[in-house]
């Protein structure tokens, strides 16, 4: 027998203590945290005890019921439920509670998590009055909830409350030699901090309890249950937040430029990654950068803070370069042709910059030369030779990108000469195999020059401790975190920083002075010499890291650029700069299932939205709806109409064009006297609770999500209308008039509180409304404030303007011509890049499933392959002759079972067709027992 | 849900009368009242109790070493399958596929109350899979028809089809 443990991890406590306790016979092996010892396990699960058996047990409260009876002490019964409560509430608790003191550093706000297992258990132990949780003598349970217990109770500078029966009861228990020699093995005296590398290590936990909570539900729960129930109080809270009307609100002051930072705000810097310059953007750019920020930065604007959005074109380098050779202009004139465009495009998607600027300035080459000279100083830059790559046809050396070969790491055929866009592991362009000039296709030759390099190995250890910091304290997704710490597992190498090429910024140093700075190295100084074009002061932005807090939004593509090694650079500087606090990354966007491609014209590019004749606000709405959050996403013309006709029109748009519309036909254009009764402040209660989940959401940039939660209230506010009847109401006698009164006042109420909430996603949209509802200008910041405020904001009499429809059809059609226009068919030849390669990969299999296999009866649809063209076809093919089959059994008059059955076969085929061509992008709800 | 598992349970152990109960919590813990001393509280304590009263308690295994695997799997049943989220999913079918790939019950070899509870907490999951990803999580797949049909255990659950024959080639 073998009992894993590991030092600093908790649930060592119970099993080392239980060992000691019991005295059983058993072997300790330490390992680290990191260490699998359970074969079937993908998650390390420590402690871990290999049975005689040769089975493990990997449940620490196993363990030690095990321990206990071989020692002969069989688990009763109360000890047993202790136990599932141990597992059940208290460690979920308990989790929580440890991650905010240790890793988040908010130890302050530990004390409300674990208010409610505390009392619990101090209630069951006032009840029993017995010194130990069963009886009279230690039990299997009493180790393991002291074990449990021990990290946080030991440690006085917890504020736990008074809890007078588990203090007691917890020092009896700690007092034993066991337990002492148990704490002293684990924690070594060291307290919290002495599980802070454990804890790290553990997935964030998940938090489903609103932050300034009182009880509620988590978002799980309720998906599952349909409706979600509302508790007395919650409605009266909401009522009486309700009757205090605007009043209350804070006022706004007006932004004045330059915006800079204030003492005593929230002085929010928000940055989304430069779009290179030579190319217009597709969608995908658009939703991974400068939309997202957008979203964020009107939120922001509407809460109040006082916020800087800063974005700019990254122009040099040998992209450029070449784009000017193809069009027969100087790259200056490219890169004003080009920054012109990408303006256009960010004004026609309302993208609201305060300053969208570009990299070719002087004070770019101001500020990087200064950072470069400064790392100079501090030693942190090295000289090598590089060996490069150069075409001797084009007669020059060859960037990176222009140069493709098969990946020195994982032997993926087309892999650019930076990285390898399946594995994404950085490369060294002359470790390619077979390499290619992108240009002409010769082989080039390798020639060596003096370059210098940023020594990353030197600048680690400052890196790491800042990384820790940043990514406890922020909101990093998890992707950011990801993908820098694997950067970090693999060791930093130096980085060169020099290129030999003319459109860059200038080396200063004398020994360099034919090159020019690599894009990687003075692209995101951009954001600086942007800033530093917008306001003079751009330093109290720039090095105020005490005042500001800095987002970055991006692909997640660009992450190591923003965690690794443009910080080293900064830190590498040392001028107080502003470091990232939350970089916020996205997935992939693909379009219907392949790649946007600017040279196969696959796909809808920044430009050609308008032509579209779809509004502005249409397009973002569906960007958002689909950005990339978490996983990759695809954009799909189906599914923009479907969510156009469903979402904007029956239901947001339907909505807020009925309220309005009772007001003016029903009630002369002024809001009716509103009597609120039992039901509507449950509606009240309903909507304020998706207001707050939306506010806790964007607060932590889950735009996605977010938006979820308006349509929701739409949702609410529909079914409410459809079963109050107003217009049926307004007919009858004064006590229905009075409730359809009542009913259109609250409903108008919504539909203002909606306005505001979709004020960051469809700006225009949200504008018309208002004035449609002739609202006040204050309702939009007042609502949205602390954790929310659903206020009457259009109180009785209040008169409105003019109500129209806010969205229109798309029509089948239309989508149909416009899906032609764009391609979206994938060429054969291509070889599918990025993730898509997944779930090409699976399709010939899928697409060899004999038909009626496919149709068999419980045979879900593909949810994890996903859309498959090939697959589509296929069904398609299956649901025609399945059709035919039906059609036949019904003109034979067959026995109508016979029928019902081959019936049920076709609709499970539609369904299953409906999946492969990317028909139910519904994702399946949270599941929740 | 967990009420419904309950009342299955005592079905399955052919108790004469049905118990009632009642939950606590927004996490719908369930409790039932005895005549005799103080409530029981969650799903792992009630059902251990239950076969106990049936007189079967082969069912909680019949070895320390037995036991303790079947209520390291119980616990595994109200920690990871009563509250995960579809990330967990793969984790968890993952993991216990790798497990069962040698094994015809949760814990040693014979039926326990893990395969029962196991069986009533992980039904949705099965349920959602695509044949697919029924084909590629075989011996969860295996285990779960099996228990599935074991007499008397299915009870308020549809049956969920597995077909025996592979339909999909293995990617491996």
């Excluded at chain 1, 990946?407 to 362009?429: F, S, T, V, W």
């Excluded at chain 1, 109401?729 to 108008?748: E, P």
């Excluded at chain 1, 059609?887 to 034979?892: E, G, I, S, T, V």
């Excluded at chain 2, 029981?40 to 320390?64: F, P, Q, Y």
Aim: contains cysteine; neutral net charge.
């Amino acid at each position: 027998m073998k009992l894993f443990v590991s030092e600093g991890n908790p649930h060592c406590l119970k099993v080392l203590a239980a060992l000691e306790e019991t005295g059983a016979k058993c072997g300790v092996d330490y390992i680290n945290h990191e260490e699998n010892v359970v074969p079937f396990l993908s998650r390390p699960a420590i402690p871990a005890l290999l049975l005689p058996s040769g089975s493990h047990l990997f449940s620490s409260n196993a363990i030690c019921q095990f321990l206990f009876e071989v020692n002969g002490q069989e688990t009763p019964p109360l000890c047993n439920q202790w136990l599932e409560w141990e597992a059940t509430e208290l460690q979920p608790a308990l989790f929580q509670a440890l991650y905010m003191a240790v890793v988040q550093g908010k130890g302050s706000e530990v004390s409300k998590v674990l208010q409610a297992p505390l009392n619990y258990l101090d209630q069951g132990l006032t009840k029993g009055n017995l010194p130990y949780l069963t009886g009279n003598a230690v039990t299997v349970a009493d180790v393991v909830l002291w074990a449990a217990l021990y990290p946080i109770l030991s440690d006085s500078s917890l504020q736990l409350g008074e809890h007078k029966s588990v203090r007691s009861w917890f020092d009896r228990v700690n007092a034993r030699q066991s337990c002492q020699s148990a704490t002293q093995k684990v924690l070594q005296g060291k307290g919290l901090q002495g599980m802070k590398s454990y804890l790290q290590r553990q997935p964030a936990p998940q938090v489903n309890q609103p932050r300034d909570s009182q009880p509620s539900n988590s978002p799980s729960a309720e998906c599952e249950e349909g409706e979600r129930v509302v508790s007395e109080e919650e409605m009266e809270a909401a009522a009486l937040t309700w009757s205090k009307g605007l009043s209350t609100g804070p006022v706004l002051k007006e932004r004045q430029q330059p915006i800079l930072p204030e003492k005593d705000k929230r002085n929010v810097l928000v940055t989304s990654a430069l779009p290179y310059v030579n190319n217009v953007p597709h969608l995908g750019n658009i939703i991974g950068c400068v939309l997202s920020a957008d979203v964020f930065s009107r939120y922001g604007r509407m809460r109040g803070w006082n916020l800087l959005y800063v974005c700019g074109t990254d122009e040099y380098g040998t992209a450029t370069e070449n784009k000017a050779r193809e069009e027969g202009l100087t790259p200056q004139q490219i890169c004003d042709k080009y920054h012109a465009i990408h303006a256009n495009i960010y004004k026609w998607f309302q993208i609201e910059f305060d300053f969208f600027g570009r990299t070719t300035t002087e004070k770019q080459t101001e500020i990087a030369q200064n950072i470069f000279w400064r790392l100079h100083e501090h030693g942190f830059l090295m000289e090598d030779t590089v060996e490069q790559l150069r075409c001797e046809k084009c007669q020059r050396f060859l960037a990176d990108r222009f140069v493709e070969g098969i990946c020195p790491h994982c032997r993926y055929p087309e892999a650019r000469g930076d990285q390898c866009d399946k594995c994404g592991r950085l490369i060294n362009a002359v470790e390619l195999g077979e390499p290619q000039c992108k240009v002409c296709k010769q082989t080039p030759v390798i020639r060596s020059s003096k370059h210098l390099f940023l020594d990353l190995p030197k600048l680690e250890a400052q890196l790491e401790q800042w990384l820790e910091t940043s990514t406890g304290t922020g909101d990093w997704t998890t992707n950011a975190k990801q993908i820098t710490r694997s950067w970090l597992r693999d060791g930093l190498k130096p980085r060169c920083i020099t290129r030999d090429l003319q459109w860059g910024t200038p080396v200063p140093h004398p020994d360099f002075k034919e090159k020019v700075f690599y894009v990687w190295f003075d692209a995101p100084i951009g954001y600086l010499s942007i800033t530093a074009n917008y306001t003079d002061q751009w330093e109290k932005w720039w090095k105020n890291p005490e005042q500001v807090e800095l987002y970055n939004f991006m692909a997640k593509d660009n992450v190591p650029f923003h965690s690794v090694v443009f910080p080293c650079s900064l830190l590498g500087a040392q001028d107080n700069y502003t470091l990232v606090n939350h970089l916020v990354a996205t997935e992939y966007l693909n379009y219907e299932d392949t790649k946007f491609s600017k040279s196969r014209g696959v796909g809808v590019f920044g430009d050609m939205a308008k032509d579209t004749g779809i509004p502005s606000d249409v397009w973002r709405f569906y960007l958002l709806y689909v950005r990339p959050e978490g996983q990759d996403s695809a954009f799909s013309w189906a599914d923009m109409a479907l969510k156009n006709n469903s979402e904007l029109l029956n239901n947001l748009g339907n909505f807020i064009n009925r309220a309005g519309m009772f007001v003016t036909k029903f009630f002369d254009g002024c809001v009716p006297v509103m009597d609120l009764q039992q039901e509507d402040k449950k509606l009240l209660a309903m909507v304020s609770w998706e207001l707050q989940h939306y506010i806790q959401l964007m607060d932590k940039v889950k735009i996605r999500d977010a938006l979820k939660h308006i349509l929701n209230i739409s949702r609410h506010g529909n079914q409410y209308i459809q079963v109050n009847e107003p217009w049926k109401k307004i007919k009858g006698g004064d006590a229905d008039r009075q409730r359809a009164g009542t009913v259109t006042g609250v409903s108008v109420n919504i539909a203002c509180l909606l306005s505001a909430m979709l004020q960051p996603y469809m700006p225009t949209v949200s504008q018309t409304i208002r004035d449609q509802l002739n609202a006040p200008p204050t309702c939009v910041h007042t609502m949205v404030q602390g954790s929310g405020t659903f206020a009457c904001s259009l109180s009785a009499g209040h008169r409105i303007g003019t109500v129209s429809p806010l969205f229109q059809k798309l029509e089948a059609d239309q989508i149909e011509a416009l899906k032609k226009r764009f391609g979206g068919q994938q060429p054969e030849d291509e070889l599918p890049m990025n993730k898509a390669t997944a779930q090409k990969a699976v399709s010939p299999a899928a697409a060899a499933v004999p038909v009626a296999a496919a149709a068999a009866p419980g045979a879900e649809p593909a949810t994890a392959n996903g859309v498959d063209p090939e697959k589509a076809k296929q069904l398609s093919q299956a649901v025609t002759e399945q059709g035919e089959k039906v059609r036949a059994l019904k003109a034979q008059k067959a026995d109508k079972a016979a029928i019902t059955a081959e019936v049920a076969k076709l609709l499970d085929l539609k369904k299953q067709l409906a999946v492969a061509e990317g028909k139910n992008p519904e994702p399946a709800p949270q599941k929740g027992i | 849900m967990a009420l419904r598992e309950l009342s299955s349970l005592e079905k399955f152990l052919e108790l004469k009368k049905p118990n009632k109960y009642s939950t606590q919590g927004d996490k719908k813990v369930p409790v039932l009242q005895s005549s005799d001393g103080p409530p029981l509280v969650g799903l792992i304590t009630i059902a251990c109790n239950l076969v106990k009263e049936a007189k079967r308690s082969e069912l909680l295994g019949d070895s320390a070493e037995s036991r303790a695997v079947v209520q390291q799997w119980l616990e595994y049943r109200v920690t990871k399958l009563n509250n995960y989220n579809k990330d967990d999913i793969r984790t968890i079918l993952k993991d216990l596929n790798l497990y069962l790939q040698d094994k015809t019950f949760m814990a040693e070899n014979q039926f326990t109350l893990a395969d029962i509870l196991m069986y009533y907490g992980i039904h949705p999951i099965i349920l959602d899979l695509a044949m697919q990803e029924k084909e590629q999580f075989m011996n969860v797949t295996r285990w779960f028809d099996h228990i599935q049909h074991y007499p008397g255990v299915r009870r308020h659950l549809p049956p969920v089809v597995v077909l025996k024959n592979r339909i999909y080639p293995s990617r491996h």
